[in-house]
């Protein structure tokens, strides 16, 4: 498969999702990957060792006005929901600040807030987010679920039994019984692309805009390699507003990096006790947590188990109807 074929079937921050999901599009603004829990297989590495970055105030402020204040030819602000994501966000030491400045640029009802733990901060994210678009994963915390149904209790936390991810950090190119054309297929019909998020990060001090959020966690884990290529596009006003084509070199340099397309089994994020990992990702892969799980370097498809129906059981917090989702993911292949 041609790269511009594969670009035709990919979807652009742009492009409408489907009537089942929020809004019809999301879009993250990672403020960190800080968090106070280290669950296997999370997509932007808060499992990891090393120094999580830290997005500035200013620099959210100038990632909200990139969506909201757009330039001639296009003025249409972005339409989707706005999510402040991490990480845990309200783990960064300026959530206050950053909230406030949410409040004044983006519009209530696109506001979005992916968290486990408010941690005190439940009457400030009440004015805040829009409950109906926010994802509230508690990860089997029974005194953060409470705070969140006492102190937010239009918002709808989940997550008080365990769920899975796929492996994000095993990657496609590393998978000995793949050949580049079922690479670029699974490319072609990722779950995140077609149905999640772009995602707005700070890429060696810089903000820089992706087409997925787990290429830009793949940069933000690898900015300290100094061979390590800046893939992100500027984040200037309107930047999302295009085809697929200004993300080529994200989609030629993430998406073989990637294991979501694969659907791996993998392990359950808070009770599980294997992480899976390739040999591209092997180097960062540094567990916060050294002795809480072994690693397991992967190097076929079949080391991860069963193939899963969807890579990431946290999409169902972005859908209307999850009952719908199985038979969308078919017509996507279709």
Same mark, same amino acid.
């Given at each position: !498969?041609?790269?511009?074929?594969?670009?035709?079937?990919?979807?652009?921050?742009?492009? @409408?999702?489907?009537?089942?999901?929020?809004?019809?599009?999301?879009?993250?603004? %990672?403020? $960190?990957?800080?968090?106070?829990?280290?669950?296997?297989?999370?997509?932007?590495?808060?499992?990891?060792?090393?120094?999580?970055?830290? !997005? $500035?105030?200013?620099?959210?402020?100038?990632?909200?006005?990139?969506?909201?204040?757009?330039?001639?030819?296009?003025?249409?602000?972005?339409?989707?929901?706005?999510?402040?994501?991490?990480?845990?966000? $309200?783990?960064?030491? +300026?959530?206050?600040?950053?909230?406030?400045?949410?409040?004044?640029?983006?519009?209530?009802?696109?506001?979005?807030?992916?968290?486990?733990?408010?941690?005190?901060?439940?009457?400030?994210?009440?004015? &805040?987010?829009?409950?109906?678009?926010?994802?509230?994963?508690?990860? !089997?915390?029974?005194?953060?679920?409470?705070?969140?149904?006492?102190?937010?209790?239009?918002?709808?936390? *989940?997550?008080?039994?365990?769920?899975?991810?796929?492996?994000?950090?095993?990657?496609?190119?590393?998978?000995?019984?793949?050949?580049?054309?079922?690479?670029?297929?699974?490319?072609?019909?990722?779950?995140?692309?077609?149905?999640?998020?772009?995602? @707005?990060?700070?890429?060696?001090?810089?903000?820089? #805009?992706?087409?997925?959020?787990?290429?830009?966690?793949?940069?933000?884990?690898?900015?300290?390699?100094?061979?390590?290529?800046?893939?992100?596009?500027?984040?200037?006003?309107?930047?999302?507003?295009?085809?697929?084509?200004?993300?080529?070199?994200?989609?030629?340099? %993430?998406?073989? #990096?990637?294991?979501?397309?694969?659907?791996?089994?993998?392990?359950?994020?808070? &009770?599980? $006790? &294997?992480?899976?990992?390739?040999?591209?990702?092997?180097?960062?892969?540094?567990? *916060?947590?050294?002795?809480?799980?072994?690693?397991?370097?992967?190097?076929?498809?079949?080391?991860?188990?069963?193939?899963?129906?969807?890579? &990431? +059981?946290?999409?169902?917090?972005?859908?209307?109807?999850?009952?719908?989702?199985?038979?969308?993911?078919?017509?996507?292949?279709?």
């Amino acid at each position: !498969m041609e790269i511009d074929e594969v670009l035709s079937k990919m979807k652009s921050p742009r492009d @409408i999702r489907p009537e089942i999901m929020w809004r019809q599009g999301i879009l993250q603004i %990672h403020i $960190t990957r800080a968090c106070d829990m280290a669950c296997t297989g999370c997509t932007q590495g808060s499992n990891l060792a090393g120094k999580p970055v830290l !997005m $500035t105030p200013d620099q959210f402020e100038e990632s909200c006005e990139s969506l909201m204040d757009c330039p001639p030819p296009h003025f249409k602000p972005y339409w989707g929901v706005v999510g402040v994501f991490g990480g845990n966000p $309200t783990v960064h030491p +300026d959530f206050e600040e950053i909230c406030r400045r949410m409040q004044r640029i983006v519009p209530f009802e696109q506001r979005g807030l992916w968290s486990n733990n408010l941690r005190g901060y439940g009457k400030l994210c009440r004015e &805040t987010f829009n409950p109906e678009y926010s994802n509230l994963n508690v990860h !089997m915390n029974r005194a953060a679920y409470d705070e969140i149904k006492r102190d937010w209790p239009e918002s709808h936390p *989940k997550g008080l039994q365990d769920s899975r991810h796929s492996p994000p950090w095993v990657a496609m190119q590393d998978m000995e019984d793949l050949t580049d054309d079922d690479r670029w297929n699974l490319v072609a019909n990722c779950d995140i692309n077609q149905l999640w998020s772009a995602i @707005i990060c700070v890429f060696r001090g810089e903000l820089r #805009a992706f087409f997925c959020e787990v290429a830009g966690a793949q940069s933000m884990l690898h900015q300290n390699e100094p061979d390590y290529p800046d893939t992100g596009l500027p984040v200037t006003p309107g930047w999302w507003n295009q085809s697929m084509k200004p993300f080529e070199a994200q989609v030629r340099k %993430h998406c073989f #990096a990637c294991g979501i397309p694969l659907k791996g089994e993998g392990d359950f994020a808070v &009770t599980g $006790t &294997t992480e899976f990992v390739s040999k591209t990702h092997e180097e960062i892969y540094k567990l *916060k947590h050294k002795n809480s799980k072994n690693i397991k370097i992967v190097t076929k498809l079949s080391e991860m188990g069963r193939k899963l129906e969807r890579a &990431t +059981d946290y999409c169902e917090n972005g859908l209307i109807d999850i009952k719908k989702l199985p038979k969308l993911v078919d017509s996507i292949k279709t």
